[in-house]
């Protein structure tokens, strides 16, 4: 039968390799998948069967070291075939027969190293193309690598490519000249100031990278597939500074012009597909994209790609959505959809599309909060929507072995999950919520254009909760009265937060409204802002309300917007601080507001007292649990949790996680 999505399982070589469909799962960091002797974990084999599982026809692993000499990182967090061939060949074989087993084809992703991308806490061994400091600290500096330490790198990556096809890989792909780890470090003159053999022109830049290629192909054979990861364009202004899309700047990175020239260079060269984006570590939010971007935001780069190779061109960077990825294909955009974060939200999506059930796919909601922020701290890979990722075996929800009532008080996100998996489970699951609509701060939450994805997970949780047949009740204070008298075997209160108010002097000389209020747009707010409290929901707000026209202030209390840059994931607050300033969003930090005036307010700073214009001042200054039907009840139920923001104010991630944990063991 032919569909509107048909196009997206049609099958295509890379090289010899038949792919039975157009979805690749494209490679993220493996932390927590590999063993002391570099070897793939159980947990890392299950993670990618599941993908497999879930339809997907290419899966391309997270990065692999191979070699563990030369650029030494922390133990155990990266696999390499190369420190025991053995134990790698063990696990690696257990993995591809079963990735096989659904008709899947698998790609090991070999690097080079970090460079000085490198995380402080990861590396031990700081080295680059040239004498460099640290893209995170300043104060480390990276040596310049040897001729004969480049040279053997090259001999470790043919070492394993081997080792990868004895493994039962179908084909390896080099990381990277993309995203400006150590190779592609090598590849642009604003990291390679060399004056040997691997510096100076683009073909000398390139020789690293060619010269992998030609050993893979002399230890593997010519009809072994090598892809690459192929950033198009730097979007560099400097170093750590990255330029926005549209925004004017001069390339420091690699430009347009020179990323099709290096394309041409390495196809010829050997390799068999380029898996395409754009983005350096000094531009990180092009490699990690947020909401904040729009869909599909690397097909133009793809597009080109495409008119000067004759190898398949893979494109990630939020291809979720089946229309734009099929469209893409149809229009000659790219060959393959590179799925990342969205196979973590759902491994099952490629056979959701498949069988037209688009809308049972649970989004990504390209927060970064389970996966590269966790990665950052060299935590285990997850995701925020899927707890079990990344332990698909051991922290799966089974049945129940005693059916219970179980009574959920509040109807966010923590509610909704721990309903979905209590019901999954077998109980008899009973959602009350106050309010006519379930998904709580959420709801404000997702109220921006580029936060559509967290009103698409409320709409997912419906669907769910319609699915296993919880009854939800809206309009409805639970009392406790109301519990005793329900006598639900477990009782679950996750009855959320709610703004903090300022008693500010002087506030009826103005209109001062609380973010909430004016994302679900209950209040108009005039032309000129103030926005009291700067994390990440005041900024938002701020950035959503600039976006419209507005001319708006970020008053923040502390020395940074939303906690700094390990507040939330850094390429979230990178951008989302990038954005503001080219919205002309004005924050002022180490800042309070003492007063209300009916030209604005008032706000002391360290020079002294200063008055702000505003016609609307928005009060975001962050929530507080609700949580007194708990404590009422704390002493007369037996099995009673707490849970979501009512327990602790955190993020979505948390509030399901904490639900997830709790339905399982029920």
């Not at 390139?206 to 230890?219: G, S």
């Not at 490699?287 to 780069?301: A, K, S, V």
């Not at 590179?338 to 959701?352: M, Q």
């Not at 939800?472 to 519990?483: A, I, L, P, R």
Request: charged share 25%; with cysteine; hydrophobic share 40%.
């Amino acid at each position: 039968m032919t569909t509107r999505f048909s196009k997206l399982f049609e099958p295509i070589k890379i090289k010899n390799v038949e792919i039975k469909n157009r979805y690749s799962m494209a490679p993220m960091g493996p932390i927590g998948f590999v063993d002391s002797n570099g070897a793939f974990t159980q947990e890392g084999i299950d993670y990618y069967v599941e993908r497999a599982k879930g339809g997907t026809g290419l899966i391309i692993t997270g990065i692999c070291n191979a070699d563990s000499e030369i650029e030494k990182t922390i133990r155990p967090m990266i696999p390499c075939p190369t420190m025991n061939p053995s134990a790698f060949i063990q696990s690696g074989s257990v993995m591809t027969e079963r990735v096989h087993a659904y008709d899947t084809k698998i790609f090991l992703q070999l690097t080079a190293g970090f460079g000085r991308a490198g995380l402080p806490h990861v590396i031990k061994t700081a080295i680059a193309p040239s004498e460099i400091d640290n893209r995170w600290d300043p104060q480390i500096t990276h040596r310049s690598m040897t001729v004969e330490e480049i040279t053997r790198m090259i001999q470790q990556f043919g070492e394993a490519a081997a080792i990868a096809k004895k493994s039962g890989f179908d084909g390896v792909e080099i990381h990277a000249v993309h995203e400006g780890y150590l190779l592609d470090q090598f590849s642009m003159v604003l990291y390679n100031k060399r004056i040997d053999q691997y510096g100076g022109n683009l073909e000398n830049r390139l020789r690293f990278a060619v010269e992998i290629v030609q050993a893979i192909k002399l230890t593997c054979g010519v009809d072994f597939p090598v892809s690459l990861r192929f950033s198009l364009k730097g979007f560099v202004k400097g170093f750590r500074q990255g330029a926005l899309p549209g925004e004017k700047f001069e390339e420091m990175g690699r430009d347009i012009e020179e990323g099709l020239e290096a394309a041409k260079i390495l196809v010829a060269a050997g390799y068999d597909a380029l898996n395409v984006d754009a983005g350096t570590y000094d531009s990180w939010y092009w490699n990690h994209p947020p909401m904040y971007f729009e869909e599909g935001m690397y097909l133009p780069f793809s597009k080109l790609v495409k008119e000067v190779v004759d190898v398949p061109v893979i494109v990630a960077g939020r291809m979720d959505n089946p229309e734009l990825a099929a469209r893409a294909l149809e229009e000659g955009l790219t060959d393959i959809i590179g799925l990342g974060r969205p196979l973590l939200a759902d491994p099952y999506l490629p056979n959701k599309v498949r069988n037209r059930k688009v809308d049972t796919i649970r989004p990504c909601l390209s927060c970064h909060d389970g996966c590269m922020g966790r990665i950052a701290k060299a935590l285990p890979l997850s995701c925020a929507v899927n707890p079990s990722c990344g332990r698909e075996v051991k922290y799966a929800i089974k049945p129940a072995h005693k059916k219970k009532k179980v009574m959920v008080i509040g109807g966010g996100v923590a509610g909704m999950e721990a309903a979905r998996v209590s019901a999954l489970r077998g109980h008899e699951v009973t959602i009350y919520e106050k309010g006519n609509r379930l998904g709580g701060v959420v709801i404000p939450g997702g109220m921006p254009s580029f936060k559509k994805d967290d009103h698409a997970l409320i709409r997912w949780y419906e669907q769910e909760l319609a699915q296993q047949q919880v009854k939800v009740v809206f309009n409805t204070e639970v009392t406790k009265k109301f519990v005793l008298e329900e006598k639900a075997d477990t009782v679950i209160v996750a009855t959320g937060s709610k703004p903090i108010l300022l008693n500010l002097p002087g506030k009826e000389k103005n209109k001062v409204v609380t973010a909430e209020e004016v994302l679900l747009n209950q209040e108009q707010t005039g032309n000129s802002i103030v926005v009291v409290g700067g994390g990440l929901v005041g900024c938002e707000a701020a950035l959503w309300l600039a976006q419209k026209g507005k001319q708006v202030t970020v008053i923040e209390a502390s020395s940074d917007i939303c906690g700094g840059p390990h507040g939330i994931p850094f390429m979230n607050y990178d951008m989302l601080k990038d954005l503001l300033a080219y919205h002309n969003v004005e924050i002022m930090k180490n800042s309070l507001v003492s007063e209300v005036t009916t030209e604005g307010v008032l706000v002391k700073t360290k020079e002294g007292t200063v008055s702000v214009n505003a016609d609307t001042i928005i009060l975001s200054i962050g929530y507080t649990s609700v949580n007194s039907l708990y404590k009422q009840i704390e002493f007369d139920v037996e099995e009673l949790y707490l849970l979501g923001d009512a327990k602790r104010v955190k993020n979505i991630m948390y509030a399901i996680w904490d639900a997830y944990e709790v339905a399982r063991q029920l």
